[in-house]
């Protein structure tokens, strides 16, 4: 990525030794540490005036362990989600280490320190959803997370999927309490992709789910249905309901001179143009899109659809799949793209589409989409609906004709679909804002950590209750 930073820290860093005590909130001395540069170690460090500064915030003289089984950092929608938590959290005074794989590009977050697992010769790719590489690297992370428990004392532990079975018990037994992040359900994702075809094993999944919830201080969702399985699964289970925000190149204005350049190399005759961005996993629902194609033909003979994401292996599969159905003329390829020009290719498109056919949560694209104003196509399933509804966006059934139709439509007449596109903007902004995702972060980091934010019965906890 071209606006990562490379290399790793080689000053010595200065971090919080955490001190045994039976004390609830341990007590805080300091310690000189020289960076460990095994373990991928990099730091954003604080200037002198900041530390000073820092003894008022919320988080200041608090240690937080994040365990993100992810490459980090790439783009992709959980990693990215992690970067925006670790900035909050740095931001708000909490000396935060960063557990992830040892894959990614090095980015500098102040008051992060950044711990990568062992490197594992020969996987240095680490595909999504489940594989025989995911669970090497998980193991060498759970080796990296179990010294990191062993050697330091954290006030918190914040595990992201499936990091919470492996950090979980020896959090638990080190007194340190576990908020368990769930991006989505591991047992329905395990389920829908067919990876666990056997009912039985996926009953397992499900009931380990259920016990880590039933353990865990605390569960982080990011939409209406995962706060619905956690409270199936764990009735008694504390949730906070934390829903992502654009990314910030998503939520300014477009650049003229910038967007004008694009438009002449993706779109130099004008024509009716959608565009999708992300990932090219199945549950994203990219056959169906290109098997709507015919029927969104008939409707605009002259769109064309841009899709901005995918490696130049992904590219070339799906040109060849695109030949087979006959529509490879329609599309174009502008493959992975860096965030903070988000505005400029989402603005390309008369129409965004999100044609996701599998999972519940809701894709992080949706808020990119809805702050860009560009009137949004959409499947109608839960995964959508939970944020949208037919005021802000073309919602259609899942299948090709309907979504293929619906898609038409909107290109042949973008200006009768404009209200949604602004209607979805009015509520990104209102409710899903980067300052609301802040809010709710550090409200339920305080409801596990302060004494007063605990509510005293179980059940669940609104993280915009202190703050709204």
């Not at 003289?61 to 980090?72: C, D, E, M, T």
């Not at 590009?105 to 062992?118: F, K, L, N, S």
């Not at 560009?374 to 499947?379: G, K, N």
Request: charge should be positive; include cysteine.
């Amino acid at each position: 990525m071209t606006h990562a930073m490379s290399g790793r820290a080689s000053h010595t860093a200065i971090t919080d030794r955490v001190s045994l005590s039976s004390s609830p909130v341990p007590r805080v001395e300091r310690e000189a540490r020289v960076p460990r540069h095994s373990e991928g170690y990099m730091s954003g460090p604080r200037s002198a005036s900041a530390v000073r500064a820092g003894r008022h915030l919320p988080g200041h003289g608090k240690r937080v362990l994040l365990v993100a089984p992810q490459p980090f950092f790439t783009l992709r929608g959980t990693p990215m989600n992690v970067r925006r938590m670790a900035s909050v959290l740095g931001k708000a005074g909490y000396e935060v280490h960063l557990a992830t794989f040892a894959p990614g590009d090095a980015v500098a977050i102040p008051g992060v320190t950044h711990h990568r697992a062992i490197h594992i010769p020969g996987l240095s790719e680490v595909p999504i959803g489940f594989s025989v590489s995911k669970v090497l690297h998980d193991a060498a992370l759970a080796l990296l997370v179990t010294r990191l428990l062993l050697t330091r004392r954290f006030h918190l532990a914040h595990a992201v999927e499936e990091s919470v079975f492996f950090t979980l018990p020896l959090a638990r037994a080190r007194g340190t309490p576990v908020i368990f992040d769930l991006d989505s359900s591991m047992s329905d994702q395990l389920s829908y992709s067919g990876i666990l075809r056997n009912r039985t094993m996926v009953r397992l999944v499900r009931a380990l789910e259920a016990a880590a919830l039933r353990r865990s201080t605390l569960a982080i969702t990011v939409c209406t249905a995962l706060s619905d399985t956690v409270r199936e699964l764990s009735p008694a289970t504390r949730i906070a309901q934390i829903e992502d925000s654009p990314q910030d190149g998503a939520s300014r204005a477009p650049v003229p001179r910038r967007l004008a350049e694009l438009r002449r190399v993706w779109n130099p005759e004008a024509r009716p143009m959608a565009v999708y961005t992300g990932n090219f996993a199945s549950y994203q629902g990219l056959s169906l899109l290109f098997e709507a194609l015919p029927y969104a033909r008939q409707v605009c003979p002259s769109m064309r659809l841009l899709i901005v994401g995918g490696t130049p292996e992904e590219i070339r599969r799906t040109q060849r799949y695109l030949e087979s159905l006959g529509v490879h003329e329609l599309v174009k390829f502008a493959g992975r793209q860096p965030p903070e020009d988000m505005s400029e290719y989402l603005a390309l498109g008369d129409a965004v589409v999100s044609p996701r056919s599998e999972g519940t949560n809701t894709p992080l694209k949706l808020y990119d989409y809805m702050a860009s104003g560009r009137p949004i196509v959409a499947t109608r399933l839960p995964t959508h609906t939970q944020v949208l509804d037919s005021r802000s966006a073309a919602l259609a059934a899942p299948d090709p004709k309907s979504f293929g139709e619906k898609l038409g439509h909107v290109l042949a007449e973008p200006e009768r679909y404009s209200a949604r596109g602004r209607a979805a903007q009015d509520i990104v902004r209102a409710e899903y804002s980067a300052e609301a995702f802040e809010r709710k972060l550090l409200a339920a980091y305080r409801s596990v950590l302060d004494e007063e934010g605990v509510p005293e019965s179980p059940g669940a906890f609104s993280a915009t209750t202190s703050s709204m």
